[in-house]
């Protein structure tokens, strides 16, 4: 049984989750329970929405809408809605026969994935699909299937023709694994100054201290419509966005939100991802960056490899270009570690300060170079001069900001006003020793005892690196925080026999 109910505004926001306020008797006559999910009709809208149940805040007759909803459905106040049961899910029935270990169809694994990104299932239920990455697995066939799903599960942008790009669109995405995300700020730039086209969108931190969208939001807005973002490119060639403020593949969206919770990936679901949010961004080249070595995503060759065959195939499938990265990593790309300290880093490069991560420029020249000379702006060879002149230059310093002014930012920011957390513990060498190794996965767990990447101020700033040689009482690296329990769980999480290999 179906009720129309008369909406009503409730001034509490949900963050990316849906709810509705709903009455105990109109709770009862459709036969819901606290925390179900129902289908809201509205017009040609319908949405997938999880119910409160009360007695008080609405009365009989009426859904109460949390403010997401109206504003961004454009549902007036006292307007009929229509509240229903959710027919039974096909996509139920397919995840649970993968769960016994058979294949899934292309209309089986379109159904979930469109059920995902519509929030019919439940976060439970999502979390049973994700387990099948990990156990049964899923064959060329059916990860072809869920990426075409996964892209069309949203909107599919187009960024052709743009400033006389013809149909050529750019961007480079990592498949994480490393501390310190600074290069794609850096690199963004320099390509969009060599009049490339790069509609760069990325993602929250999932395993990391901070994601690239957690670095950027410290200077600028990333969470853009999508009609600004059209203007963004079309005014400056360019973009920085968080993917999770459109409607880009939102089917990953939703798993992301449970892999975030169970702090897990799989390398078929990484594939699928990555692909599928290229796709829907319109991109027709991609230079896929594969960090690998000890304490990373990619410890073992054969893993990487896999990727690299999986990354190539799986592009050419959808007509992307694609160029992978591969590169050793021995610590983090950056000295800093952190929202604040992650942006600062960045900025050093680009301002070409004396205090800039070396390393972590060298990455971002050697990505510049493979995508010019990849994509004709730059003769084979020469793509590095190229990126060298757009940093020295100055010009890739003044497009970010332009790009970042496009997107809302208000001001120009210098690197030295990023002021990380005011609560400081210096991390002393135990004896004299040379660094041959810094081990991420230590390095997030004491950034993330600080606070990192929801506190923007918290994080780790690396005085020494691998390479270095230090002494007995020299400063290792500082540690920031806003608050003293912060401080002391980071100071609890330090392990120098873990951190450094000597």
Known sequence: MALYLKSKKIDLGAGKDLFIIVHQKDADDLGIHEGEIVLLGYRDIELYVK?????????????????????????????????????????????????????????????????????????????????????????????????????????????????????????????????????????????????????????????????????????????????????????????????????????????????????????????????????????????????????????????????????????AQFGIKCVTFKRVVKGPDGNGVGPVLEMRDCLRVLERSEKRPQGMEEVVLGMAAEIFEHNDKAKKGEGRKVAQELLDSGMALEKFWEIAKAQGAKKVVKSEELIPGELTYEVKAPKDFEIKYLCTREIVEIARALGTPKIKDAGIYIEKMPGDKVKKGETLMTLYATTQDRMEDGVKAINIKKLYEI
């Open 51 to 315: 119910v409160i149940i009360t007695d008080t805040k609405v009365s009989v007759g009426e859904v109460g809408l949390y403010e997401e909803i109206p504003d961004e459905y454009h549902i007036p106040e006292h307007a009929k809605v229509l509240i229903d049961l959710p027919k039974s899910s096909k996509s139920l029935e397919a995840i649970k026969k993968k769960m016994s270990g058979q294949r899934l169809n292309e209309e089986e694994l379109l159904s979930i994935m469109v059920d995902i990104g519509s929030r019919k299932l439940k976060e439970t239920e999502v979390a049973f699909f994700v387990s099948t990455f990990f156990n049964p697995g899923f064959n060329e066939d059916e990860i072809r299937w869920m990426t075409k799903g996964m892209a069309e599960s949203g909107d599919i942008l187009d960024f052709k023709f743009i400033k006389n790009n013809k149909d050529l669109v750019v961007d480079k995405h990592s498949i994480g694994g490393t501390a310190g995300k600074g290069i794609t700020p850096i690199l963004v730039p320099i390509l969009a100054a060599n009049d490339l086209v790069v509609p760069n969108s990325s993602t929250r931190a999932i395993t990391s201290p901070a994601g690239t969208t957690d670095i950027l939001e410290t200077v600028m807005p990333v969470a853009l419509p999508k009609k600004k973002v059209y203007k963004v490119v079309e005014s400056t060639g360019a973009c920085m966005i968080w993917g999770g403020s459109l409607y880009l593949a939102p089917a990953d969206d939703e798993i992301i939100n449970v892999e975030r919770s169970l702090k897990i990936q799989e390398f078929q679901k990484v594939l699928v991802s990555i692909v599928a949010k290229k796709i829907a961004v319109g991109v027709t080249s991609v230079l896929i960056d594969l960090p690998y070595g000890k304490g990373t995503k990619l410890e073992r060759p054969d893993d990487l490899e896999f990727l690299v065959r999986e990354f190539e195939k799986l592009f």
